[in-house]
């Protein structure tokens, strides 16, 4: 599950900074998630850059122009998107996790791994850090530690959405589909607006997945 964010210069929009001008990268961007969602990667790029163009250190919209790339097949140009976004902001959940995805694709998974565990070295305490590294136990196929990599993720915050969801996928991995629909609609509860989640509990319904029933 791959995440744009479409409300990358809200913040910045209601502080009242230079209002106008984040009220067109606020648009800009806006559209672009619009596009993206609907497949017109390129296009969706252009606006993007449009956006850029106004704020250019704004991690959120590098790390959109990454996803951009990533979906086109340009992975040298995504990676340097991804580089961009963390610089600004080394905690960027999304970008740890596309980036990770991205230097496995490039067959790079030591470096992948490798800047995952220095990120958990730097951040102990922080959940997402926990879940990308379940996040790589289950991609390694070590399916019960990456189990309680992401219950450890939980204990640290038990809304993690990116915990919830990663865990929500080891227990489809799992055949315990069950499991997952009660995590998924946890998420849906917190965030409507998570469109893959959504999508996800609309197969489980489709196929009569049902939450499990008490012992």
Same mark, same amino acid.
């Given at each position: 599950?791959?995440?744009?964010?479409?409300?990358?210069v809200?913040?910045?929009?209601?502080?009242?900074?230079?209002?106008?001008?984040?009220?067109? *990268?606020?648009? $800009?961007?806006?559209?672009? @998630?619009?596009?993206?969602?609907?497949?017109?990667?390129?296009?969706?790029?252009?606006?993007?850059?449009?956006?850029?163009?106004?704020?250019?250190?704004?991690a959120?919209?590098?790390?959109n122009l990454?996803?951009?790339?990533?979906?086109?097949?340009?992975l040298?140009?995504?990676?340097?998107?991804?580089?961009?976004?963390?610089?600004?902001?080394?905690?960027? *959940?999304?970008?740890r996790?596309?980036?990770?995805?991205?230097?496995?694709?490039?067959?790079?998974?030591?470096?992948?791994?490798?800047?995952?565990?220095?990120?958990?070295?730097?951040?102990?305490?922080n959940?997402?850090?926990?879940?990308?590294?379940?996040?790589?136990?289950?991609?390694?196929?070590?399916?019960?530690?990456?189990?309680?990599?992401?219950?450890?993720a939980?204990?640290?915050?038990?809304?993690?959405?990116?915990?919830?969801?990663?865990?929500?996928?080891? $227990?489809?991995?799992?055949?315990?589909?069950?499991?997952?629909? @009660?995590?998924?609609?946890?998420?849906?509860?917190?965030?409507?607006?998570?469109?893959? *989640?959504?999508?996800?509990?609309?197969?489980?319904?489709a196929?009569?997945?049902a939450?499990?029933?008490?012992?």
């Amino acid at each position: 599950m791959r995440y744009l964010y479409p409300l990358a210069v809200l913040g910045c929009c209601l502080a009242g900074c230079n209002a106008p001008r984040d009220e067109r *990268v606020h648009e $800009y961007n806006a559209d672009g @998630v619009h596009l993206f969602a609907h497949g017109a990667y390129p296009e969706a790029q252009e606006t993007f850059q449009a956006a850029l163009a106004l704020k250019p250190d704004d991690a959120g919209l590098l790390y959109n122009l990454g996803e951009c790339c990533h979906r086109q097949g340009n992975l040298q140009q995504a990676e340097r998107y991804y580089n961009d976004c963390l610089k600004h902001d080394a905690n960027h *959940v999304p970008c740890r996790f596309a980036r990770a995805a991205l230097l496995l694709q490039m067959g790079r998974r030591a470096e992948a791994e490798r800047s995952a565990q220095d990120w958990l070295q730097a951040e102990p305490k922080n959940a997402n850090a926990f879940a990308l590294d379940g996040w790589f136990l289950h991609q390694a196929g070590d399916l019960p530690q990456a189990q309680a990599r992401l219950q450890q993720a939980l204990e640290l915050d038990p809304r993690n959405q990116r915990a919830l969801i990663e865990l929500g996928l080891l $227990y489809e991995a799992m055949q315990r589909p069950e499991r997952a629909l @009660v995590l998924y609609e946890r998420i849906a509860a917190d965030d409507p607006g998570q469109q893959e *989640v959504a999508k996800r509990l609309k197969e489980f319904k489709a196929t009569g997945i049902a939450k499990p029933q008490p012992d």
